[in-house]
C-alpha cells in the first residue's frame, strides 16, 4: 500500500528549530515534486516550500532564510528544516508529494503533524 507520512512536528519554543520528514512508502517507482503546505487554525492552506526532481526549491517569502526543503531520494523521504520559528509558523504541516507508480504520476498527501511554536 502506497503511502506518504510525515513526522517530526512537535512544540518549540519561539527561535527554536524542527525537522518535519515527508516519507513515502510502497510499491513506487519514484518521487516527482514534493510541496510542503501548513494550515493554521481559521486561515486557508498555504504552500510553504516545494522541491523539485532534480532539486529545484522554492519558498514562501514569509519562509526565506529560515526554511529548507531538502530530499534524499535514496530514503524517498523529503525533509523541511525549520528555524527561527516563531509563533506565526504555528500551524498543522501537510506533504504533497508526486509519486511515480508504474510510470504515471500520482498526487499523495499525508496526514499532517502539528508544529506549535510559543512565544
Known amino acids: 500500500q502506497v503511502q506518504v507520512v510525515e513526522s517530526g512536528g512537535g512544540l518549540v519554543q519561539a527561535g527554536g528549530s524542527l525537522r518535519l520528514s515527508c516519507a513515502a512508502s510502497?510499491?513506487?517507482?519514484?518521487?516527482?515534486?514534493v510541496n510542503w503546505y501548513r494550515q493554521a487554525p481559521g486561515k486557508q492552506r498555504e504552500l510553504v516550500a516545494g522541491?523539485?526532481?532534480?532539486?529545484?526549491?522554492n519558498y514562501v517569502d514569509s519562509v526565506k532564510g529560515r526554511f529548507t526543503i531538502s530530499r534524499d531520494n535514496a530514503k524517498n523521504t523529503v525533509y523541511l528544516q525549520m528555524n527561527s520559528l516563531n509563533p506565526e509558523d504555528t500551524a498543522v504541516y501537510y506533504c504533497?508529494?508526486?509519486?511515480?507508480?508504474?510510470?504515471?504520476?500520482?498526487?499523495?498527501w499525508g496526514q499532517g503533524t502539528q508544529v506549535t511554536v510559543s512565544s
Open positions: 504533497n508529494a508526486f509519486l511515480v507508480i508504474f510510470r504515471r504520476e500520482y498526487s499523495y
Open positions: 522541491i523539485t526532481a532534480g532539486g529545484n526549491t
Open positions: 510502497g510499491s513506487i517507482d519514484s518521487i516527482n515534486a
